[in-house]
């Protein structure tokens, strides 16, 4: 990894997207610590470490500390997200939108504009929310007509923002702008979370935690398999042979020989979890904005309360039984977002017409919709092995809930974090090898 990257900085044109891209990160960190108008820094900062667990650490660990401050850039790129998930259902249910996805550049242009205007509708409603919700709480200075619309136009023109950046990286930097930016987030609560561990170790007394070497070993331990594993997993692929027809034209011979479709375990990579996790938000979102005080309530809307809002609900041995329900919902919604975002982005009929049109075929199956059929059915167990792997990594956080260890850093951090990483040096490689062959036909 440093020596791609090494390789890539004597590239002059690399080093300028290189530079860039940092460039745009910086400025997505220094708008984490610019405080939203009408803020009280103070009184957020208690709220906040009264509150520091559940939903509120995970939009922490997110958006790289910004909504603990109720900073511009609190909603993070969270709105863009929750937009792109409604665009792609609304695809397979609306044939002009449908047909929008298949007219290539333009059509995803035309689909990527609706996807903006639709989370800056998105992003005003969730800033609207966020203002109800802590409003409760007295963290405003005063109460004026101007607060809320002065609050909700900066969370909403932040996260405006965070789009046109991570539009910037992705065209002018290196690898996906929307995942370098929760990669940047994530990262910058590293400090955190050594400093957790050293005063797990050190008691404010000065003297050594027994206890907290063995939860530091174990979670070292824990962070080191879930690394191993996200490798593997992110690394590992299904080659489908492809034998490929001879064929002669004038006095050549074309065709012949052989290849593979790679079909990688985890081809979705980290979005599922992003996409079920910011499902398994919006649900309580609603009802707290409805309710604020829900949870001194009983009922049916209390209990899918507790349910969606589990991890936000402090004693989890209390709530054992709205955990349980917790972690089975967002286990499902894993699996559901990992094969449809899969069959998204790997067409199995569009692979097998090409393969047709090219003379290609997978030995033992016929052309055509057998081959479709065949690698549509090799698709399903992939996924189907992948998607688990995407659901225990994401639950390992809630199942410690159970016990007195507290983990900030859990495993889908470590997972966005490692799959981000191994990207950006593939997008690396990739653009280094294309810069030789260029360099090699002039």
Known sequence: MF??????????????????????????????????????????????????????????????????????????????????????????????LEELQKEGEMGKQKLNDYTKYLAAILGAVEAFGIYMTFRNYNVFLGETLILPFMFVISLTAGSTLLMWIAD?????????????????????????AISYF?????????????????????????????????????????????????????????????????????????????????????????????????LEETGVLAGVYRVFAFTSLGDAKANIGYGIAHIIIYLLLIVVFTYFYTKMIFNTT???????????????????????????????YVSGFGSMFLGIVAIIPIILAFTNINISFGGTAILIVVSVALETIRQLEAQMMVRNYKGFLD
């Open 198 to 294: 050293y005063n797990n170790l050190i008691m404010p007394d000065g003297v050594f935690s027994v206890f907290g070497l063995v939860e530091t070993i174990f979670v070292l331990i824990l962070a080191v398999i879930l690394i191993a594993g996200v490798v593997w997993v992110t690394e590992a692929e299904r080659r489908v042979p492809v034998q490929y027809a001879k064929r002669v034209v004038g006095r050549k011979m074309y065709g012949g020989q052989s290849t593979n479709i790679p079909i990688k375990l985890a081809m979705a990579g980290v979005m599922p979890i992003i996409f079920a996790m910011s499902f398994m938000q919006f649900p309580a979102m609603v009802i707290g904005l409805i309710n604020p005080n829900i």
């Open 168 to 192: 910037k990286i992705t065209t002018l930097g290196i690898s996906n702008g929307a995942s370098l930016l929760i990669f940047a987030g994530i990262v910058s609560g590293l400090p955190n």
């Open 3 to 96: 020596k791609t990257l090494r390789d890539a900085w004597k590239i002059k044109d690399l080093r300028k997207k290189i530079l860039w891209t940092v460039f745009l990160l910086v400025l997505f960190r220094a708008g984490a610590f610019i405080t939203a108008p009408g803020v009280n820094g103070a009184a957020i900062a208690e709220v906040m470490r009264e509150n520091s667990n559940g939903i509120i650490n995970t939009l922490n660990i997110i958006t790289g500390s910004a909504f603990s401050q109720l900073a511009i850039f609190a909603m993070s790129i969270g709105p863009y997200i929750t937009a792109s998930i409604v665009i792609q259902l609304l695809t397979v249910a609306i044939p002009s």
């Open 350 to 380: 569009e692979v097998a017409n090409n393969l047709k049109q090219n003379g290609g075929f997978v030995p033992g199956i016929r052309a055509g919709k057998p081959t479709a059929d065949y690698l549509s059915n090799i698709l399903k």
